[in-house]
Nanobody, 123 residues
Framework: QARLVESGGGSVQAGGSLTLSCAAS????????MRWYRQVTGKDREMVAT???????SYGPFVKGRFTVSGDIAKSTVTLQMNNLGPEDTAVYFC?????????????????WGPGSQVTVSP
């Protein structure tokens, strides 16, 4: 079964930087896009950044040029470089991917979620 494995995250002081990485593995699949979401306890999960297989990227309005998403969707990898972090960026960050998974002779749509990585930014 396909799954997402995340790495990175951690704690940093305001103004610092962190990098999150994510890779998909297991089974036979083809991804269309990979994304990063974040969630603060008690609030809705919000999209941070998206990277499509065509190389197009988009960001949540709160990013304001501080984050950069990069990767190779064909190789099922994505990285989120986060700069100038503030306490408001403290959250659990989740990697997400959608595409198709091959099941015997059929391809079926799939959506994958990583387990989440804690990012904590202190004042």
């Amino acid at each position: 079964q396909a799954r997402l494995v995340e790495s990175g995250g951690g704690s940093v002081q305001a103004g610092g930087s962190l990098t999150l990485s994510c890779a998909a593995s297991g089974g036979h699949f083809s991804l269309n896009a990979m994304r990063w979401y974040r969630q603060v306890t008690g609030k809705d999960r919000e999209m941070v950044a998206t990277l499509t297989i065509g190389g197009n990227s988009s960001y949540g309005p709160f990013v304001k040029g501080r984050f950069t998403v990069s990767g190779d969707i064909a190789k099922s990898t994505v990285t989120l470089q986060m700069n100038n972090l503030g306490p408001e960026d403290t959250a659990v960050y989740f990697c997400n991917a959608d595409g198709l998974s091959r099941q015997t002779t059929d391809w079926i749509p799939i959506t994958l979620w990583g387990p989440g990585s804690q990012v904590t930014v202190s004042p």
